[in-house]
């Protein structure tokens, strides 16, 4: 019985110390050996490894992916004009050599991100220093971006080199700082202003214009339409006037009767209206007399109420 727990205790033992002679290392990542607190090897493929059990061997882990640092400082920087400017830009890295990075940077990645932050800062600064706002905009971005790398790359190969590989360097954005965005916005927005104003006032008067122009068309339409049919009215009154003219003249006691009859019918055209006159004395009923169809007499006008 004893026998039997003692080695099932050195195998639980051997168990143990094979497992931590054993590791693993992801595609994704470099495998560094420490022996006794030096670098031993690298381990560049991934896969199972062997090493010996600590504290003679120790393994740590490396990224050795595409890594990106973006820029947190917002302080400003002045271009060769003296304007003061804030830009964001983002860096592409990577480690391509673990021995050297960790001698020369630090342990993970957060140290050389760190490092490399302030040195892509300094060298942003030297480079619009040189250039002016319209550059850095427009013509020569891509020129600065390049001399950015350019320098960043020197000071990481140098006479002790960080280990690293600088891919890219962008800038996502480049603008003025707070107040004089705030100033230039309000000289844009004003310009605005006087432009839409300047455009209602022309629309204004072409309003009024064509206004005028209406009314006066329309007032002579108007003026030409009385004027055809007072023009019309006229000639209907002188063809009724002519014919009246040749039915009377052809039968003048008629003629006065009829004439008689409308004064009537002129006078009498409501019920409401009252005369009070004496029928056997006035002329104007002499036509109900029986005298107005034979007398020569003319016809009576018609009286006022």
Do not use: C
Not at 131 to 153: G, H, I, N, W
Not at 263 to 280: C, L, S
């Amino acid at each position: 019985m004893n026998r039997l727990g003692f080695l099932a205790a050195a195998g639980l033992v051997a168990l143990a110390v094979l497992s931590s002679m054993l590791f693993v290392v992801d595609q994704r990542q470099f495998g560094v050996v420490y022996a006794l607190g030096q670098i031993k090897d690298v381990v560049t493929e991934p896969g199972l490894h062997f090493k010996l059990p600590p504290p003679f061997q120790n393994v740590s882990y490396i990224d050795k992916r595409l890594l990106t640092l973006d820029s947190t400082d917002t302080e400003p920087m002045l271009t060769a004009e003296k304007q003061r400017v804030v830009i964001d830009w983002y860096v592409r890295w990577r480690i391509s050599d673990p021995s050297q990075y960790i001698r020369n940077v630090g342990l993970d990645e957060a140290a050389g991100a760190n490092q490399l932050n302030r040195v892509v800062r300094n060298a942003f600064q030297e480079e619009i220093n040189r250039r002016t706002v319209r550059e850095l905009l427009s013509t020569r971005r891509q020129q600065l971006m390049s001399d950015v790398q350019r320098e960043v790359t020197e000071v990481v190969k140098g006479s002790k080199p960080w280990g690293i590989e600088i891919v890219d360097v962008r800038i996502t954005r480049a603008d003025y700082v707070e107040a004089i965005t705030e100033s230039v916005y309000r000289r844009m927005e004003a310009e605005r202003k006087r432009v839409a104003n300047e455009l209602r006032s022309t629309g204004a008067a072409e309003g009024e214009k064509i206004r005028a122009d209406a009314d006066r068309q329309r007032e002579i339409a108007i003026a030409n339409a009385y004027r055809d049919a007072q023009k019309v009215k006229g000639e209907g009154d002188a063809q009724a006037a002519a014919i009246y003219g040749e039915a009377f003249g052809r039968d003048p006691q008629f003629a006065q009767f009829y004439r008689s009859l409308e004064a009537y019918r002129a006078t009498f055209n409501k019920k409401g209206d009252v005369m009070v006159v004496d029928p056997q004395g006035s002329e104007f009923f002499r036509a109900f007399r029986g005298g107005g169809a034979g007398g020569n007499a003319a016809a009576p006008a018609a009286p006022k109420k």
